[in-house]
């Protein structure tokens, strides 16, 4: 078997590029002065990185007007849900970040139900409540939620997130994989410019007076991921691929520990990660 063709090798992959993205994505927010700005930067980089590899890839073009609508639609929800998540990565430890994401699936499930007439599985019900209590569990502290806006924010990015994944199913596999991915990088960083009105100046500012090496790792590491997300997607089996990717939650507890000092209710975060896994192999099945 042609290794470049097992799906098993972007999984791993993935994990190696997700779990760096999210942890070294917190770093670059340690330095920022407008979420904007550093937003629309790694987008950028992200997308250039992306554009590199096409190369690699079979390069194609959809035809149909109508891909290019909903692709266009599904770009601005992308945008909304980019912004919104460099000022929530700002406010939440990594690991926690990387739990509250799982949302968008449960997200996923209740329009399917809702807007699609999807037949009501209890599995995918259950594995939808479990990502829920999993969440709860990590915000649930002496007797009491602790929210606060950046939670919020992630809840609200995870909706424009769903509804972005809802209008941008399968488009992908329509196009050259690297393009697309800058599709999805690129014109989400100038729509944040024009409707934020954020001066070229400024993203320079984040990347003079910012985490040089961590705003890079970042950037690449962002592009890379998706990339080889979406190839396992297309290689292997949804229902195979998807709880190995949300390994990524515990991955993220570890390293958060072990590098951010993320120690704070480490068993609780454990426990809600292991959650999130069952959830996911539930949804999956």
Do not use: H
């Amino acid at each position: 078997m042609n290794i470049l063709n097992n799906w098993l090798l972007y999984v791993l992959l993935y994990l190696i590029f997700a779990t760096t993205y999210t942890q070294v994505f917190k770093i670059s927010t340690k330095t920022l002065k407008k979420a904007g700005a550093l937003t629309i930067l790694l987008q950028m980089i992200a997308g250039i990185v992306s554009l590199v590899l096409c190369p690699f890839f079979e390069f194609k073009l959809p035809t149909d007007v109508n891909i290019y609508i909903m692709l266009g639609m599904s770009i601005v929800f992308y945008a909304i849900t980019d912004r919104i998540n460099t000022t929530v990565r700002s406010g939440i430890e990594a690991s926690t970040f990387s739990m509250l994401k799982q949302l968008s699936t449960t997200f996923m499930i209740f329009a399917g139900l809702i807007f699609l007439r999807e037949k009501f599985v209890l599995t995918k019900f259950i594995g939808a409540m479990l990502i829920i209590f999993s969440n709860i569990l990590i915000f649930y502290k002496k007797g009491k939620f602790k929210f606060n806006k950046y939670i919020l924010l992630g809840v609200l990015a995870n909706i424009t997130f769903t509804i972005a994944l809802f209008l941008d199913v399968n488009i992908s596999d329509n196009f050259n994989l690297p393009f697309y991915v800058a599709l999805t990088l690129i014109i989400p960083a100038l729509l944040i410019m024009i409707f934020e009105r954020v001066k070229i100046s400024e993203i320079k500012d984040e990347l003079v007076n910012g985490n040089k090496k961590a705003i890079f790792v970042t950037a690449i590491s962002w592009g890379i991921m998706i990339i080889v997300q979406l190839r396992a997607y297309q290689l292997g089996n949804v229902t195979v691929i998807a709880p190995l990717c949300a390994l990524t939650v515990i991955l993220n507890v570890i390293v958060g520990y072990l590098f951010l000092n993320e120690k704070d209710n480490l068993l609780r975060k454990l426990i809600s990660a292991i959650l999130i896994i069952i959830s996911v192999i539930l949804i999956k099945v």
